[in-house]
């Protein structure tokens, strides 16, 4: 089993920048695809962005390009979220996820493993 525990949500205005937080325990060796995902009220759970614990190589949603960045801290088994620029589309419940491989990496039903979200709100 896989532990995922996310933290560092908030409220921010519009323009500014926040660093998600996504600690890990647990059997977490097997599972190379560390993602980040965000569901906004009456829409569907969104892809965000993801890294690979081995290769370091990152993906990122078309919609997020340039702003959100991913980065692991392998001696803190934590991975991270900084969202720059932050827009009121953005505000939503920011969930980390954990599986195998980050092929297919943008389908949430491929996740074994969730954590709980952490809420950010962008005010305007």
């Known amino acids: 089993q896989v532990q995922l525990v996310e933290s560092g949500g908030g409220s921010v205005p519009a323009g500014g920048s926040l660093r998600l937080s996504c600690t890990a325990s647990g059997d977490i060796y097997d599972n190379d695809c560390m993602a980040w995902f965000r569901q906004a009220p009456g829409k569907e759970r969104e892809a965000v962005a993801t890294?690979?614990?081995?290769?370091?190589?990152?993906f990122y949603a078309d919609s997020v390009k340039g702003r959100f960045t991913v980065s692991e801290d392998k001696a803190k088994d934590t991975v991270y979220l900084q969202i720059d620029s932050l827009e009121p589309e953005d505000t939503a419940v920011y969930y980390c996820?954990?599986?195998?491989?980050?092929?297919?990496?943008?389908?949430?039903?491929?996740?074994?493993?969730w954590g709980r979200g952490t809420q950010v709100t962008v005010l305007s």
């Open positions: 890294i690979s614990k081995l290769t370091q190589l990152t």
């Open positions: 996820a954990a599986k195998d491989t980050v092929s297919n990496w943008i389908v949430p039903a491929l996740y074994k493993f």
